[in-house]
């Protein structure tokens, strides 16, 4: 069975997806697939989650489809019971302003040779020759 | 009466291939049915949805956690998943909002998933709910078929088990 070059679901989402629900799909698929690893990593079950956080199971159930939204709040008690981040910030860049100063072509110095000295050699040279 | 319908593969991703159903010669099938109806009405539900069958195709996998169980007489499931008693949630114009739009499906297993029809549901029980009813029903008959299909060997997965095979001939009856 061969499956279709474009497919329909490609074909709407590039026509009228909105990057903001692609993104938050994105994200909170993430998380959620983070906490199962963090969970399995541990040998927990959800309903470990749950008795940890003094929640319902139910309510981990939900946070674990990829549905939930979680607020920073949710989050960080999550990282907190399970002992390692979930979200990693990337630290603030520090930049350092540095001023190149680029030398301005210096015009070239004919000075020299409109001297009286290098006139005079040159008709010094004149006369040798 | 006997219902005669065929198989045809609609997207392969890295981690997912789906497929969906043709019924009595349609040349539409029943998830292209689903999008053209809601890409007006429910754009941005039909939107978060499409998205999630993309992401998970790409990245995670049909994982038995990422649908809910929409079983009647057969292990049919839904999209967008959900907690017990929970609506599953979307965001629309930056508010968060329940996503009562279905899209029933048969998770065959973690790589392939049968992709059906659906429709915004607005009782508690999908029985109950004039929209989605027949929807529910016919994805449960299918999902029947399908099972009996697979357990007669009508369909056949490939050696990994991320696609599945029937002849071209093959007419699912439900």
Redesign the interface.
Known sequence: MKFPKNNIIDTWLNENGSPEIAKLVEKNLAIANKIQELLKDRGLKPADLARLLDKKPSEISKWLTGTHTFTTKTITKIETVLGEDIIHIEAQKEYVYLKIHVAEEEQEDTLFENSEVFSVESSLDKKVS | MNTFAR??????YNKV???SICIDGSENSL??EF?MRH?IAN??K???I????????N??GAQQ??F?SEAEFADASAL???????E????EYGK?KA?NLRLYCLRANQHVVFLFDGDIKTTHLAQDCPNVRDYFKKANQLTKAIDKAFISKQIAWNDDCT????GEDFKLQF
């Open positions: 198989i045809v593969p609609i997207a392969k291939s789906y497929y998830f292209n999008v890409s754009k941005e039909l939107n978060h499409l998205e999630w069958l993309k992401q998970i195709g990245k995670y956690h990422l809910r967008p998943p959900t907690g017990i008693k929970r599953p949630n979307y965001t968060i996503n696609e599945i095979d029937c």
